[in-house]
């Protein structure tokens, strides 16, 4: 079932070697004739824009899209989890999956980005990787629908893993999640918050402004410790300039 794989390979950062092998992409499409004709068109009308436009700004527009917009993020588990403490098990249990079929991550990416989930699919039994394809199909939906709406050539894939699943997704699942984010481009304050780095507890003093014994604007001790460090060597300073000057006179 190497049409999901396939599919995967369209959902990572162009090169000039995606480019090369988009020809026979279009022939592992059309010979195992899993996805209508429809479907096909639509993904060679795909393959056909980026054969034809230059690879700079494919690189540009793959990175605006999954890398800059986090609604269209291609790693599953940040449309299920976010940042929660559950993202980090089901990651570990996804890890499970794919040693259990006999597949080590050799690559930089995390067990839930797309591309590798659809290689693993492309691996085992048709109605498992059907089956593995609707449990995910409310998340590949929305993103459909967030790339239509950015007017952009990869909805086509998304389209094609719906077809692929054999399975509609939940519509009221998506509209809420469309409802959340369009998949409109990020702005700059939304990148900065995005970046922005998190406490570590959420009810330690710096975050609510109170000690723990009730007290007000108790401030960081690591900081304020830090601030009486830096006092001590002119206080030694002081101490020694008028020692210095007791024992001349």
Known sequence: MRTLKVLGFLLTYPSAQTIEVLGECREILSAEKWLPSDTLSALGEMMDYMQSTDLLDLQEEYVALFDRTPSLCLHLF????????????????????????????????????????????????????????????????????????????????????????????????????????DGAMATFEEIDKEWEEQNAFENSAQTTGVDMDGSEDAGCPIAEEMLARMNIPEAAKNKTNKTNNKEEA
Do not use: W
Request: include cysteine; proline fraction near 3%.
């Open 78 to 181: 940040e449309h299920v989890h976010g940042d929660s403490r559950d993202r980090g098990q089901a990651m570990v249990d996804l890890s499970d999956v794919y040693k259990d079929a006999g597949l080590i991550i050799n690559t930089k990416e995390i067990p839930d980005f797309l591309p590798l989930f659809l290689e693993y699919l492309s691996l085992i039994d048709q109605s498992q990787a059907r089956e593995n394809l609707a449990n995910v199909i409310n998340i590949t939906a929305a993103l459909a629908k967030r790339l239509k709406n950015r007017k952009s050539k990869y909805e086509a894939v998304f389209n094609a893993l719906e077809v692929a699943s054999n399975c509609k997704p939940d519509e009221l699942a998506v509209e809420k999640a469309l409802k959340s984010a």
